[in-house]
C-alpha cells in the first residue's frame, strides 16, 4: 500500500501518485520484496516543510531532496554488505516507512541535471525507498551498491542512468 499525501500544490503538475506506485513497485520487485502488503507512505511538499523535517530530524537546516524514515533499522554493519530483509507485522504487512519529497529542491536539481522533473522525482523516490531498506552512501562501498541498484532499478523503468550528466 502506498500512500500519497501532497502538501504543496506544485506537485499536482505531475502524476504523482502514478510515478511513485511505479517507482515503488520495481524497487521492491528488483529486491524480491513483497509489494502486495508493502507500506510505504510518501509526503510530497515544499522546500520550507523539507527544511524544518531536516532541522528537526538531521540538525541540518537546510532544504533537501529526499528524506526517509525507515520503520527498522536494516543497514548493514560491514561497508558494502546487503541489508537486512524487512520482517512482516504480526498481520503480514512489511510497514518500511516514509519518504518526504521537496518540489523545488527536485524541480531546480532536475533543471540543472537537464531531466525532466518526472524523471528526476522517479529516482529521488526510488532512493528514498532504498534507505528505507536499509541502503545509503555515507561510506563508499554502500553507495556504489545503492547507487547501482539506483540504475538498474530506473533503467527498468525506462530512465536512463541517472549518475550521468
Same mark, same amino acid.
Given at each position: 500500500m502506498l500512500e500519497v499525501q501532497i502538501e504543496a500544490p506544485q506537485w499536482d503538475k505531475l502524476p504523482l501518485e502514478r510515478l511513485a506506485t $511505479?517507482?515503488?513497485a520495481a524497487t521492491l520487485d528488483h529486491l524480491k520484496l513483497p509489494k502486495d502488503n508493502a507500506s510505504i507512505s510518501l509526503m510530497a511538499c515544499d522546500d520550507a516543510r523539507i527544511a524544518a523535517l531536516n532541522?528537526?530530524?538531521r540538525d541540518k537546516p537546510a532544504a533537501t531532496n529526499v528524506l526517509s524514515w525507515p520503520t527498522a533499522t536494516l543497514?548493514? $554493519?560491514v561497508a558494502g554488505d546487503m541489508p537486512l530483509m524487512p520482517e512482516p507485522d504480526f498481520d503480514g504487512t512489511l510497514e518500511l516507512g516514509d519518504v518526504a519529497i521537496a518540489y523545488e529542491t527536485c524541480a531546480r536539481e532536475a533543471d540543472e541535471l537537464g531531466k525532466t522533473l518526472e524523471n528526476h522525482a522517479t529516482h529521488l523516490i526510488v532512493h528514498?525507498?532504498?534507505h528505507l531498506l536499509g541502503y545509503d552512501h555515507?561510506?563508499?562501498p554502500d553507495a556504489t551498491l545503492m547507487q547501482a541498484l539506483e540504475i538498474e532499478i530506473l533503467g527498468k523503468l525506462g530512465l536512463d542512468d541517472?549518475?550521468?550528466c
Open positions: $511505479e517507482a515503488m532541522e528537526t530530524f543497514s548493514a $554493519e528514498g525507498i532504498l555515507i561510506r563508499d541517472p549518475y550521468i
